[in-house]
C-alpha cells in the first residue's frame, strides 16, 4: 500500500510562524511558534519533528516544505533545515503567487508574499470582489477585483503592537490581556478602558476603512478576516462576512496544487 505523503506549509510572519499539516490539500493539523531567526536548520529540524511527532509522523513523512515568508532570514534558515534533513529544496510560493494573481499595482514587487498568498485565496473562495482584512503584526487590507486582480489596500498597525506601544512609552499604562468576555465600550478602570480602545477602536477601524474601501473600488465586495486576531477582533467588527483564519495555508496549498499539477503533466517533482 502506498504510504501516505505530507505537505508542511510554513506561513512565516514577522511574529508569528504558521506550521500547516496538510493531507491531500487538506489541513489535518496546525501549530503557532514565534519567528526566530536565530535557530539553526538543525534546531529548525528539531522543532518540526517534535510536531510531527505529536500526530505520530516523522521528517521522512514530509514530501515537501511550502514556504511563505515576509522575514528572508526566516524563510532562508527554513529552507537549509529542508535540504538538509529533508533532501529536497522548500518551495517557495512566492513566484507561483505572482503568476497566479494579476497585480494592478503601480509597484508590483512592493507586494509581499503573504498579502498575494491572501488574495488568491479569497478569490478561489468567492469567485468576486473581496478585501481581505489580516490582522496579524500589522492589519492589512487587501482589495480584490470582481476579475481577481490584485488592487492595493491599506495598512494599519496590529493590536498587540498598538498594546506594546502603549505599556513601553508611557509611564502608568500597564500591559493588558484579552478579556475572556465581551469588554464594554466604556471601560471602568485603566485595563478595561486599554481593552476597550483596542477591541472597540480597532473593530470600528476595520468598519470604517472596508467602507471607505468598498467606496473606491466595489461596494459589493464580501470582507473576509483572517491571521491570529480574527477570533479575538470579529465580535467587535459589523463589517465581515467571513473570518477564515487558515485563508494563507489555503492559498498555499492552491499555489502548491497548481504547481503539483503542472508539474506531473511535465513528469517532474513540484
Not at 62 to 89: C, K, N, Y
Not at 169 to 194: C, D, H, N, Q
Not at 242 to 259: I, P, R, S, T
Amino acid at each position: 500500500m502506498k504510504k501516505t505523503q505530507y505537505i508542511v506549509c510554513l506561513d512565516i510572519g514577522n511574529t508569528h510562524t504558521s506550521v500547516g499539516l496538510c493531507r491531500e490539500m487538506d489541513i489535518a493539523a496546525s501549530w503557532d511558534l514565534a519567528t526566530d531567526t536565530s535557530l539553526t536548520a538543525d534546531q529548525l529540524a528539531l522543532t518540526l519533528k517534535g510536531l510531527l511527532e505529536l500526530e505520530g509522523l516523522a521528517l521522512n513523512d514530509v514530501s515537501d516544505l511550502v514556504i511563505s515568508s515576509v522575514v528572508p532570514a526566516a524563510a532562508a534558515s527554513w529552507q537549509a533545515m529542508s535540504r538538509r534533513h529533508l533532501g529536497r529544496p522548500a518551495v517557495d510560493v512566492h513566484p507561483m503567487a505572482l503568476e497566479a494573481v494579476a497585480i494592478k499595482y503601480p509597484r508590483p514587487f512592493e507586494v509581499g508574499t503573504d498579502r498575494l498568498v491572501n488574495a488568491a485565496a479569497a478569490w478561489h473562495r468567492l469567485k468576486g470582489p473581496a478585501i481581505v482584512v489580516d490582522l496579524g503584526t500589522a492589519t492589512t487590507f487587501d482589495c480584490i477585483s470582481k476579475r481577481g486582480e490584485y488592487l492595493g489596500g491599506a495598512i494599519a498597525p496590529g493590536m498587540l503592537s498598538a498594546m506594546r506601544c502603549l505599556s513601553t512609552s508611557t509611564a502608568r499604562l500597564p500591559a493588558v490581556s484579552f478579556p475572556e468576555e465581551r469588554a464594554k465600550a466604556l471601560g471602568s478602570s485603566t485595563v478595561s478602558a486599554i481593552q476597550s480602545g483596542l477591541l472597540h477602536g480597532f473593530g470600528s477601524m476595520v468598519d470604517g476603512l472596508t467602507d471607505r474601501l468598498k467606496g473606491e473600488f466595489d461596494r459589493s465586495a464580501a470582507v473576509i478576516a483572517t491571521g491570529g486576531l480574527a477570533g479575538v477582533l470579529a465580535p467587535y467588527c459589523n463589517c465581515l462576512d467571513e473570518v477564515a483564519e487558515d485563508l494563507a495555508m489555503e492559498g498555499m496549498l492552491l499555489l502548491y496544487g497548481m504547481k503539483a499539477k503542472r508539474a506531473k503533466e511535465a513528469g517532474s517533482r513540484p
